[in-house]
């Protein structure tokens, strides 16, 4: 999986959030023609030929001092820092300004691929404004037009000209690679010294003390392992501080790089909406996931405690009821060694192979059992099913129509599945194909 990085970057109300749409496909950054509506930095995936890149929209640099002007330009810095092409955006309709040579100043010094993308030039006579643009210095303009789409193409052929060769990853590879994630001040860099046996990361009652992804291999039982400890996260719109989002991206990175993410709780504050938020990064990237609770050494236990507890985060996590549940203490390493064991149960369902024929059986015996459901005028027929990938468990499903299948009958196949095979921790990524 890629992890090149394209940041959009510019003055306010040029065009950023209307280009980064059309870029991933989808209505994603809020548009308004209010100045400076985009604050925080928002990523999405995109795709463009042959390469999957990770797109991130930016706030508006500009010289006038307004409210939040000092954070959103340190965001947009630390999206130019970690990004390796950027889209420079300006307004072909304005015209040149003092924010965008701004910009341009800070692009110099980033010494990174820029593409300029002069936005707004909806109509042919106004293509001769994207000229002035030469006095930047950053190689040829391009005109596009977010709200028309109009040469968006040709941009994304520019970034991909300008991204970096991927590297492939080792599919053949030994090593279980998992990150530790959570939100700040549950015991993660505890956990994280308790499973290597080594003071390697700082501990502290602070929130926010880890500020890198840091990577450990080591080998345990026989098994080599690739732990990641991951600066907690906070949710999106209350924080503005520079190290909470060059945190936030980092984290993103190492649960990308993982093959296992191990949400931690805290066992004595118990769950926040902010743990939803937080374990939403790992889902959305099809991760296998554990729930890990911390702090169980200050939990007042009786014999149902930890039944309640489960319950709890059952009730609060019905999206993840295939997911594990295991309590511990970092700080008397209580149980951390089973950690282990669930890791390596959780990372063979991960990588779980079912044979053609099996999953074919059991697909029409749940048809048999459970037709499925009128949907957008039509009743989706699946004809065939295959599995095609693991990391995630991927399950091909050749159909008459896609666009006749309820998300609700995938969810029964998935749970039909999982009553055949335990698949510990894993999510299914069901891929619909209509059968030529």
């Not at 749409?21 to 604050?39: D, L, M």
């Not at 340190?74 to 015209?95: M, N, P």
Request: charged share 25%; net charge neutral.
């Amino acid at each position: 999986m890629s992890n090149n990085l394209v940041a959009l970057v510019g003055a306010p109300s040029v065009g950023k959030s209307t280009i980064f749409n059309r870029i991933i496909g989808e209505r994603k950054s809020i548009i308004e023609t209010q100045r400076g509506v985009t604050r925080d930095r928002i990523y999405a995936k995109a795709s463009w030929l042959t390469k999957t890149f990770n797109c991130v929209d930016t706030g508006g640099i500009e010289i006038e001092n307004r409210p939040f002007q000092e954070q959103i330009r340190i965001q947009a810095e630390i999206a130019i820092d970690e990004a390796d092409v950027i889209i420079f955006v300006v307004d072909g309709k304005t015209g040149l300004t003092d924010d965008d040579k701004l910009v341009a100043s800070i692009l110099y010094r980033s010494k990174k691929p820029v593409v300029l993308a002069v936005n707004k030039i909806d109509s042919g006579d106004l293509k001769n404004n994207i000229y002035e643009f030469y006095s930047l210095g950053l190689g040829d303009p391009i005109a596009v037009s977010g709200v028309h789409g109009i040469g968006i193409g040709d941009l994304l052929d520019e970034v991909i000209k300008n991204l970096p060769e991927q590297d492939a990853k080792k599919e053949e590879s030994d090593e279980i690679a998992f990150s530790i994630i959570g939100r700040p001040n549950v015991g993660k860099s505890s956990l994280y010294n308790a499973l290597i046996k080594e003071e390697r990361v700082i501990v502290s009652n602070i929130e926010g003390t880890t500020r890198d992804a840091i990577d450990t291999h080591f080998i345990h039982d026989g098994q080599k392992y690739c732990i990641t400890d991951t600066a907690g996260l906070k949710k999106k719109g209350k924080i503005y501080e520079s190290i909470d989002k060059y945190a936030a991206i980092r984290s993103l990175k190492a649960i990308e790089n993982s093959d296992i993410a191990i949400l931690v709780i805290d066992g004595d504050k118990g769950i926040t909406e902010q743990d939803k938020h937080v374990v939403g990064y790992a889902m959305d990237q099809k991760k296998a996931i554990i729930i890990c609770v911390n702090k169980r050494d200050l939990v007042k236990k009786d014999t149902n405690t930890m039944n309640e507890f489960k319950k709890e985060i059952r009730a609060h996590f019905k999206f993840l009821d295939y997911v594990p549940i295991i309590f511990v203490s970092a700080l008397t390493h209580l149980r951390v060694k089973d950690l282990f064991t669930l890791i390596n149960q959780v990372y063979e369902s991960y990588t779980f192979t079912i044979q053609t024929s099996v999953l074919n059986n059991i697909l029409q015996e749940a048809q048999m059992m459970n037709e499925t459901p009128d949907f957008n005028g039509g009743r989706c027929k699946i004809y065939y099913a295959q599995q095609v990938g693991h990391k995630p468990l991927s399950i091909a499903l050749f159909c008459n129509d896609p666009n006749w299948m309820h998300f609700s009958y995938l969810r029964y196949l998935e749970n039909k599945i999982r009553d055949t095979f335990e698949l510990i921790g894993s999510p299914i990524n069901f891929i619909l194909r209509k059968r030529k």
